[in-house]
């Protein structure tokens, strides 16, 4: 009775076995030099689980190993979770086990963050659950350490920021806006931010030396190779204006050597059709970020040389100036890349916001607070995404299978209810 109640978990250990068993060899990508050499321009908690796995096994087969259990215990840990909530029957266990096990065949094996960041997010959203609807210390620590834990894992989790901040404000007004509360929510927020940024700053002081120099310069000050300066907004942002603008908006500058180099830039990009205006469907943004990026690059680094400034700065200047001229067409671009994308994840869950917000505000609920929490969790991860970087399914995994999830968990409340009447 016992194996057959927790039959859904067995699957999911069965399923991680047969992974491995299949192949546990790694599998390096493009990015993956950067988390095998400790890059400052990722955050450091991936390069350093690989670093602590090949230093005790000496093989990187280690890191699949650790990361594919890792993922199979972390939907384990949120089949329990919700099942001792919802009091979910065997069969939709089974179809929640196996949504959230399909993307891990994709990219279990990958050198990359994905698999440590899908779990850490499974794990984080069943603590998040725990919290709402069993407020104590020991729930708030854990989930507080595994919040810091994605920050550290991915620049993308940075809108953890508002969404935390959201949640925390709502688990303050559950809590009959008690004072003592607001207090323990306070100084769990500043610590989130206190130990990620702190964690941050100390591994690229400590690491200054290995610069990568394609994003920043021998000269510049340490600063710049914080993970969020040299890969940061400036980055994205720089590359949606040249993206969004044309050859005659170098007319904007005054600076003769930076209206030069722009030149050549939109000259390149005119012949590489890596413009907006040469939009042809689906992945033309994606083809035009590595283009920009690849071209652009050494040519700013040597004008930022010249005009003794940093990569960063020269970037913020040329976005500003682009995208206040061409605003509208920056709007559209925003849309474009929300039209490329899984369109259907963001719909939903805004819905799901809205409605949910209104019967927080009437009933102060636990189980709308969890709807806010989950809608606003999707929807800052595909604003991020959307805002500072190019449309990859890869990049929506980590909120929008567990979405997925909880709208098949809301049929089967619904349908339990409905038998009752």
């Known amino acids: 009775m016992k194996i057959k109640n927790n039959i859904a978990e067995v699957m999911i250990l069965v399923g991680v076995f047969a992974l491995l068993f299949y192949s546990s060899n790694p599998v390096e990508r493009t990015d993956s030099f950067r988390y095998l050499s400790g890059s400052l321009l990722d955050p450091p908690m991936y390069s350093t689980i690989i670093s602590i796995l090949q230093i005790l096994f000496g093989t990187l087969k280690s890191v699949i190993v650790f990361q594919t259990l890792l993922i199979g215990l972390s939907i384990i840990y949120f089949l329990k979770t919700i099942s001792n909530i919802f009091n979910l029957d065997l069969i939709i266990k089974f179809f929640v086990a196996f949504f959230l096990f399909i993307p891990i065949i994709q990219f279990y094996d990958n050198i990359l963050t994905e698999a440590i960041s899908y779990a850490l997010s499974i794990v984080f959203v069943s603590l998040s659950i725990k919290l709402i609807y069993n407020f104590n210390k020991k729930n708030l620590i854990w989930n507080m350490i595994f919040a810091t834990a994605l920050l550290l894992t991915r620049n993308q989790f940075i809108f953890l920021y508002p969404v935390i901040l959201i949640f925390f404000v709502g688990i303050f007004i559950l809590n009959n806006s008690n004072k003592s509360i607001a207090k323990l929510l306070i100084s769990s927020f500043i610590v989130i931010f206190i130990i990620h940024n702190s964690l941050i700053f100390i591994n690229t002081y400590l690491n200054q030396n290995s610069i990568n120099n394609k994003y920043v310069k021998k000269?510049?000050?340490?600063?710049?190779?914080?993970?969020?300066?040299?890969?940061?907004?400036?980055?994205?942002?720089?590359?949606?204006?040249?993206?969004?603008?044309?050859?005659?908006?170098?007319?904007?500058?005054?600076?003769?050597?930076?209206?030069?180099?722009?030149?050549?830039?939109?000259?390149?990009?005119?012949?590489?059709?890596?413009?907006?205006?040469?939009?042809?469907?689906?992945?033309?943004?994606?083809?035009?970020?590595?283009?920009i990026r690849d071209f652009s690059n050494p040519l700013l680094l040597e004008l930022s040389t010249q005009q003794n400034t940093s990569l960063s700065n020269l970037k913020r200047e040329i976005y500003i100036t682009l995208i206040t001229a061409n605003f509208g067409k920056y709007i559209k671009q925003i849309f474009k890349k929300f039209y490329d994308s899984t369109w259907l994840f963001v719909f939903i869950p805004f819905f799901m916001l809205f409605v949910s917000f209104i019967s927080f505000l009437k009933n102060k609920s636990k189980f709308s607070l969890l709807i806010i929490f989950l809608s606003t969790f999707t929807l800052g991860n595909h604003s991020v995404v959307y805002l500072f970087g190019r449309v990859q399914p890869r990049y929506l995994i980590y909120t929008d299978f567990i979405l997925l999830v909880f709208i098949l968990i809301l049929f089967s409340i619904f349908l339990q209810k409905e038998n009752e009447i």
């Open 219 to 291: 000269s510049d000050k340490w600063t710049e190779s914080l993970t969020y300066v040299s890969l940061g907004p400036s980055y994205f942002l720089y590359i949606d204006a040249i993206y969004i603008s044309s050859a005659k908006d170098v007319n904007l500058f005054n600076n003769q050597k930076l209206r030069k180099t722009l030149t050549k830039i939109f000259d390149e990009m005119n012949n590489r059709q890596s413009l907006i205006k040469y939009y042809d469907g689906r992945g033309h943004f994606s083809k035009s970020l590595s283009d």
